[in-house]
């Protein structure tokens, strides 16, 4: 509880500013105290999403007006929207997102060394997002926004390939409306994201407070333990992405495992089986299986009340599933400030799958 107060403590550490980088700092110095070799590794990033994205919607909108008179003209504009938001949602290219500037981040990388044959890396972000109230309620009326924002483009684009091959009706034109509403209503929650206010967000302080809490006790027989406190992840895992890229070609993908500690709420375990944004990609096999083996031996009114589920949002577990890495990603779920008793829940449950990693994998390394 102490190691959440601290890190709470560094309020409006969003991803480039100086709150952000004191947070890091002060994990820094707290690894180093538990023995492990501890580097600040700074990166640069491209944080400006929201003003990107409702680029990127604006441009589809102004296509699908011009695609009535100008069917190739408004199909040309709408296209190069929709391939310009799914390379940057996805991760593979910012386009847009390369006129907004740079500004400096950093995430924590700590390792315990490299004497056994496998590699745990504990993950956990330690910036926090802006609160937005209109884009929590756009994800819960649409679950994924993103995806809907894409869906909705390429409906957009559908109906204007249909007009240069010579279909032009009003029943096409008011198929044509519904997405191109769609996408005007989904300006002011994708803008937003770059207007909310900066916020405290306990449950990813407590996540980080956790895997500080894993590292000082973890002492696995096949696995060394590394650490990574990732900056700039909210909401595409910037820090996360820049990690691996800078470290590629250290990271063995038959003896690697990744353990994202997401966050900790005031909820039950909450374990994810797919993991990403747009179509979600399946967790490694054998972490899966024994997160079910955790949840079966725990029962139904158990400590954890585990259960599996599938977390649409791009967040460091899904940056290294995409990469080839066995990830998983862990967090108890809930809208509170986390209690002892979720800090006890999120602690054991990640313990516990480490050790099973260890022994039932392990020895196969």
């Known amino acids: 509880m102490a190691e959440t107060a601290a890190l709470a403590a560094y309020s409006g550490r969003v991803a480039g500013t100086d709150a952000e980088r004191r947070a890091a700092v002060h994990l820094r110095d707290r690894l180093e105290e538990t023995g492990l070799d501890t580097r600040l590794q700074p990166i640069s990033i491209r944080r400006r999403f929201g003003l990107a994205h409702a680029a990127h919607i604006v441009v589809a909108v102004v296509g699908s007006v011009v695609a009535a008179g100008t069917p190739v003209l408004g199909a040309a504009l709408v296209g190069a ?4 938001a799914f390379l940057d949602i996805a991760g593979i290219l910012h386009v847009v997102r390369r006129a907004t500037g740079k500004r400096a981040s950093q ?3 700590a390792a315990g060394g490299d004497e056994k044959p496998g590699t745990l890396i504990l993950v956990a972000s330690y910036d926090a997002p802006r609160v937005s109230r209109v884009w929590d309620q756009t994800q819960r009326l649409l679950g994924d926004p993103w995806l809907a924002m894409l869906l909705a483009m390429l409906a957009v684009l559908a109906c204007c390939v249909l007009r240069i091959v010579g279909i032009d009706s009003q029943a096409l034109t008011a198929v044509q409306f519904v997405p191109t509403v ?6 002011l929650p994708v803008a937003d994201i770059e207007l909310g206010r900066p916020g405290a967000d306990p449950a990813g302080a407590a996540a980080a ?9 973890l002492d696995l027989e096949h696995f060394d333990i590394q650490v990574v406190f990732t900056g700039a992840s909210q909401p595409f895992a910037l820090g996360m992405s820049a990690w691996l890229r800078a470290h590629r070609k250290e990271l063995d993908r038959a003896a690697t495992a990744v353990l ?7 909820g ?8 990403g944004p747009l179509v979600p990609l399946r967790c490694h096999r054998d972490l899966v299986r024994l997160c079910e083996e955790i949840a079966e031996d725990d029962g139904d009114d ?7 589920r599938v977390d649409r949002r791009p967040i460091d577990a899904a940056a290294a599933v995409a990469r080839g890495l066995p990830g998983i990603s862990v967090a108890c ?4 400030d986390p209690p002892e008793e979720a800090l006890e829940r999120a602690h054991g449950f990640c313990a516990e799958l480490a050790r099973r990693l260890d022994a039932e994998v392990g020895p196969s390394l």
């Open 81 to 84: 929207a929709t391939a310009s």
């Open 107 to 109: 995430n924590v990388d």
């Open 182 to 187: 769609l996408l005007i209503l989904l300006i």
């Open 209 to 217: 407070a956790t895997v500080l809490r894993l590292a000082d006790e």
């Open 260 to 266: 994202h500690v997401d966050s900790v709420g005031d």
């Open 268 to 275: 039950p375990v909450r374990y994810a089986r797919r993991v």
């Open 302 to 308: 158990g400590t954890y009340s585990a259960a599996p």
């Open 333 to 336: 779920v809930g809208s509170g």
